[in-house]
């Protein structure tokens, strides 16, 4: 379930979204006959469009004042761009799911979506959901809450543990040395083969920062901002610590970019980002992929000096948001149907199950509602326990161009073995902050 691949979206519609939002709180027929009628757009994916239209069914049950409509969201060319396209056309939905944080900055910054922390009981909603923890880094610059996480793939990096052992690993290594030092005893016994075999190290598209680049430096700065706003307030000396530590890499041969097919599961390739969705995919296509014997699934390595626990990292998730075009009425509505989903644990588990996509709660591994759930799947216990410490993405309209100085002016030159890592630092972010004047 990784991010739509997309292009930058540029909200061109902005002033057309603005008026709409503005004008957007008449009454427009949504109630009738005492029946307030909301639209729900359900991300294009047939298991969750399945999950809320259940749930939907259920809450109407319970509350026939309000009618749920669950549609799957148009997907022309993109999610995001067939939602911009109904914000300007003024057929938006009340609701709708399948929002990351950076676009959700781009519809907050046009005034297409509500801020949910003025929504009524907002806060008894975190509470319930006991999600309060893993709310604090979705904490927008202006001090809103415009997205509500629905899941929190926690992403984790995985180690073929058979190939460690060989090497005289009991465990995958928790700091740069200790990595360092795997790659040296790899390169000893199988010059072939690499630790890192991936060649999006060496491409610029800016998704592709969230599964390299973010998951090491929000291990190394402690979960600090990148972006807050339009100020660049990354942590100077943890990116550089994460850039050196990769060009340690490439000089110890370590790192491959060249095209290669399945290369942690051939052994190519030891060390690679892997998220949840990937485990339902070994069952069925490598069955030889066994956790804790084939590989091992461990947090990003820091920096040496650094706790080794509770180690930040970066949250592949998305979430809901409220438009700002729905009626008084459907948004009252739709803060309803928020409460009632998520007042309920047992919704989350049956989202679990239906779609093996993390629920952002700080309770995954103690809340007995989902304690069968992962005794039956081993493989996600793991991504539940680093739920509290996964980072979202940044609040920034500007994300995907960010994001691709990055890699432009930073990652792939050092990965590449063409630019100082310090150098490197000093490039990316003069571009960055010249990006956000």
């Known amino acids: 379930m990784k991010f739509k691949k997309a292009a930058s979206l540029v909200l061109a519609t902005s002033l057309t979204v603005s008026g709409l939002a503005a004008c957007s709180n008449e009454s427009d027929g949504s109630t009738k006959d005492g029946v307030t009628t909301i639209e729900f757009w359900a991300a294009p994916n047939p298991t969750q ?16 004042d309000i009618k749920v409509n669950v549609s799957p969201m148009k997907e022309s060319p993109t999610s995001e761009a067939g939602i911009q396209s109904a914000l300007a056309g003024g057929s938006a939905p009340t609701m709708s799911e399948n929002i990351n944080r950076g676009f959700a900055a781009q519809l907050s910054e046009s005034k297409a979506i509500l801020p949910l922390d003025e929504l009524e009981g907002w806060d008894e909603i975190k509470k319930k959901r006991n999600m309060e923890d893993t709310m604090k880094g979705w904490q927008f610059a202006d001090g809103h809450q415009y997205v509500l996480p629905i899941y929190s793939n926690a992403m984790l990096f ?24 795997v790659a040296k005893k790899l390169k000893e016994k199988h010059p072939d083969k690499y630790v890192w075999a991936k060649p999006d ?51 110890a041969d370590a790192l491959m970019t060249r095209q290669s097919k399945d290369p942690f599961e051939s052994g190519l390739g030891i060390f690679t980002d892997i998220g949840p969705w990937t485990i339902s995919y070994w069952k069925e296509k490598f069955p030889k992929m066994k956790l804790n014997e084939t590989y091992a699934l461990a ?23 409220v438009y700002a075009s729905a009626t008084k009425e459907q948004q009252k509505a739709a803060g309803e149907f ?14 679990l199950e239906k779609t093996n996509l993390p629920p952002a709660r700080d309770d995954l591994t103690t809340n007995d509602t989902f304690k069968a759930f992962f005794e039956n799947n081993p493989a996600l216990q793991p991504y539940a326990a680093a739920v509290p410490n996964a980072i979202p993405p940044m609040d920034n309209s500007k994300y995907n161009e960010i994001q691709t100085l990055i890699g432009q002016k930073a990652f792939n030159p050092v990965v590449k073995g063409e630019k100082d890592p310090k150098a490197a630092w000093k490039d990316m972010q003069e571009a960055i902050e010249g990006a956000l004047k």
């Open 158 to 181: 995985g180690w073929r543990l058979d190939v460690l052992k060989e090497l005289g690993f009991n465990e995958p290594p928790k700091t740069y040395s200790e990595m360092l030092e």
């Open 49 to 64: 469009q399945v999950y809320w239209k259940e749930v939907a069914e259920e809450f109407s049950k319970e509350h026939p």
């Open 201 to 251: 190290l060496a491409d610029p598209t800016g998704w592709k920062r969230w599964f390299d680049f973010f998951m090491l430096y929000n291990a190394a700065s402690d979960g600090n901002k990148f972006v807050e706003g339009t100020d660049f307030t990354a942590d100077k000396e943890a990116g550089k610590q994460v850039l050196g530590f990769v060009d340690e890499l490439q000089k």
């Open 338 to 351: 928020i409460k009632w989903v998520y007042s309920n644990p047992e919704n989350d588990l049956k989202w």
């Open 299 to 321: 947090l990003p390595p820091v920096p040496d000096g650094m706790d080794t626990e509770n180690v930040k990292t970066f949250a592949d998730t998305k979430g809901l948001v």
